[in-house]
Nanobody, 123 residues
């Protein structure tokens, strides 16, 4: 069982930055691929980006160049740095763990999910 806890959400003005963290339990964090997803009100959950256990990252086109995912295996933590935020980035952000380390953009590939953290970007 893996428990994931996100933190760092909040309210920010358009153009601003926020950094999210996701702390994972367990001793095999370094073997997981980790993903970030988001869900805006009335919309389906969508892929934001992911990071493989080796550190390679992949991003949705909508956030490419603005968001950066990183991981610190010593701290069992994955990060999402969000810059140049837009009102359309407003959503609940979730981190997820993929124990098979596929690093997919499909949410069904992920095995464990955090509770989510709200990010609100005002115009």
């Amino acid at each position: 069982q893996v428990q994931l806890v996100e933190s760092g959400g909040g309210l920010v003005q358009a153009g601003g930055s926020l950094s999210l963290s996701c702390a994972a339990s367990g001793r095999t964090f370094s073997s997981y691929a980790m993903g970030w997803f988001r869900q805006a009100p009335g919309k389906e959950r969508e892929f934001v980006g992911c990071i493989r256990r080796g550190g390679n990252t992949f991003y949705a086109d909508s956030v490419k160049g603005r968001f950066t995912i990183s991981r610190d295996n010593a701290k069992n933590t994955v990060y999402l740095q969000m810059n140049s935020l837009k009102p359309e980035d407003t959503a609940v952000y979730y981190c997820a763990a993929d124990i098979s380390a596929i690093a997919s953009s499909y949410d069904w590939e992920y095995d464990y999910w955090g509770q989510g953290t709200q990010v609100t970007v005002s115009s």
